[in-house]
């Protein structure tokens, strides 16, 4: 069994700062591009920022500049630093794991998500 476990979503103001940590557990050999995505009501669920296992980082334009994706490989975790945030950044944030397990199994697994809410 592969857990995807998320932390660090919450309330905050415009202008303010989260930190985002998603941690993968379970029964896993490899972990090789994570990511993280948003889905905001009445809109379909959106990529936000991607990493590879060797460190290769894309973002939607929306959060470039602002947000930070980075990874703990040893500790199959995967962060979103996002500051400078903005209320059209208020949605429920997903993270994303492309992995092996020890069984050779290569599947995407997804977290439960987490809310984040930005407004005044």
């Known amino acids: 069994q592969v857990q995807l476990v998320e932390s660090g979503g919450g309330l905050v103001q415009p202008g303010g700062s989260l930190r985002l940590s998603c941690a993968a557990s379970?029964?896993?050999?490899?972990?090789?591009?994570m990511g993280w995505y948003r889905q905001a009501p009445g809109k379909q669920r959106e990529l936000v920022a991607v990493i590879t296992s060797g460190g290769t980082t894309n973002y939607v334009d929306s959060v470039k500049g602002r947000f930070t994706i980075s990874r703990d490989n040893p500790k199959n975790t995967v962060y979103l630093q996002m500051n400078s945030l903005k209320p059209e950044d208020t949605a429920v944030y997903y993270c994303?794991?492309?992995?092996?397990?020890?069984?050779?199994?290569?599947?995407?697994?997804w977290g439960q998500g987490t809310q984040v809410t930005v407004s005044s």
């Open positions: 379970g029964s896993i050999f490899s972990i090789y591009d």
């Open positions: 994303n794991a492309d992995l092996r397990r020890n069984d050779y199994l290569r599947n995407t697994y």
